[in-house]
């Protein structure tokens, strides 16, 4: 595979970088907020992400009939590290988990509803797949849904039972919502349903973050789905959200935030002095920059080899081939990627000395605080998308055909 782009690519990414600069605003742009940034949380976001699907930026790998222009993933992947390198909202849920599940699996009901206003930004989704007792084992969950006919004779599904770490359950307007319509079925007993999150039977509560961040629990209470609203088959929604799951674990931790931060620490490293010496000196401080230089390079091309497989699965799907979704590839992303987030964030507390515990934006502090709120944030990483250890799991099982139970 080649690791560098084309003139083209260089070109769009040059494109995206003058569009970002023309609408550079701190309530659109904030480093600080570390991987939160890429969540569209406030009205100046919402009109960012509008003005992007304005340009024909939403949307790029979709099939034309549904609005799309049928590029390459490379395209997109350009786009949301240049977004996350700045600090900016991503493409997120809606394009890709969302977006692409329903072009694949959804009913043209679904697809005419949702898809076009998935491309202009006129729509907010959380994601509801974790509960108390299943985690990163999504097929353990647990809200139960039982067939319901209303009085006025619409058929769906009665659903009850409590959802946790629901980011942007509190702003968004619609729930995309796993939900066990199948008690006695473990991985085929799992629906995927649309549910407005402005529903009666709706509550949100809260969670604050150790990174200062909002998630919440849901709490569903005989909220009636109509059938029009599940999304695919019925009782296959487990596979549904595992192949969805590849595009989350790349999409929601790009490469780029791990360069900023690593650039930051490398300019404190480069200009400070301790002790009347330059702190560039320290063959330990050195040492310990090469290997994250290093480890940085590594993540960025195991990126770039999760792109190319994308898209190899892109172009067998548009021919009509079988094609097996990157979901080794992913996971190794994942795990390397987030765990060095956090060899990062260890490194640049333990090099920038007692002043790193200052909070963050404290102009004082060495690196003006990051290094204490990116400790903070990078725990989350290393959770969000299915833990480490479901990584691990995964990239033995599947990547090195190991037993399940080793």
């Not at 679904?110 to 509801?128: H, S, T």
């Not at 320290?282 to 290997?291: C, F, G, H, I």
């Not at 004082?364 to 969000?384: F, K």
Request: proline share 4%.
């Amino acid at each position: 595979m080649d690791f560098e782009f084309s003139e083209e690519q260089k070109a769009y990414a040059q494109q995206v970088k003058e569009f970002c600069d023309a609408h550079d605003d701190i309530d659109i742009f904030d480093v600080t907020r570390e991987n939160m940034a890429q969540i569209v949380d406030t009205p100046k976001r919402r009109a960012f992400m509008k003005e992007l699907g304005h340009q024909g930026w939403l949307g790029m790998t979709w099939p034309k009939e549904y609005g799309g222009s049928e590029g390459e993933g490379v395209y997109e992947y350009i786009l949301n590290e240049e977004l996350a390198g700045r600090g900016g909202p991503q493409i997120g849920k809606g394009v890709g988990i969302i977006g692409k599940t329903l072009i694949a699996h959804g009913s043209d009901f679904l697809k005419q509803k949702f898809l076009p206003m998935i491309l202009e930004n006129d729509v907010e989704f959380a994601v509801g797949y974790s509960e108390p007792n299943a985690g990163s084992d999504a097929a353990s969950m647990r809200t139960k849904g039982v067939r319901h006919t209303t009085e006025d004779g619409r058929s769906g599904w009665l659903v009850n039972g409590q959802k946790t770490w629901t980011t942007s359950a509190h702003f968004a307007e619609w729930y995309w919502c796993g939900v066990r319509t199948d008690p006695d079925n473990k991985h085929m007993g799992i629906t995927l349903m649309l549910i407005p999150m402005d529903d009666p039977g709706i509550t949100i509560n809260g969670i604050w973050t150790m990174g200062d961040e909002r998630t919440n629990e849901v709490w569903l209470d005989n909220v009636f789905v109509p059938d029009e609203y599940v999304v695919g088959e019925v009782n296959h929604g487990f596979r549904y959200i595992s192949q969805a799951l590849d595009l989350e674990r790349f999409t929601m931790f790009t490469y780029a935030p791990i360069k900023q931060r690593l650039d930051l620490l490398t300019d404190y490293v480069r200009d400070t002095e301790r002790d009347g010496e330059p702190l560039k000196n320290d063959a330990v401080v050195r040492s310990r920059m090469a290997n994250l230089h290093t480890e940085a390079e590594v993540a960025r091309v195991m990126g770039l080899k999760f792109v190319a497989e994308a898209v190899k699965v892109e172009h067998a799907a548009k021919a009509g081939k079988p094609f097996q979704p990157p979901t080794v590839v992913a996971s190794e992303y994942k795990l390397f990627a987030t765990e060095l987030s956090k060899r990062l964030a260890s490194a640049s507390m333990d090099i920038g000395g007692p002043g790193t515990q200052l909070r963050v934006k404290t102009e004082e502090a060495p690196m003006a605080g990051r290094s204490e709120s990116t400790y903070r944030y990078t725990v989350i990483d290393t959770i969000g998308g299915g833990a480490s250890e479901i990584q691990k799991n995964i990239i033995a099982r599947r990547g090195l055909g190991l037993p399940k139970n080793f």
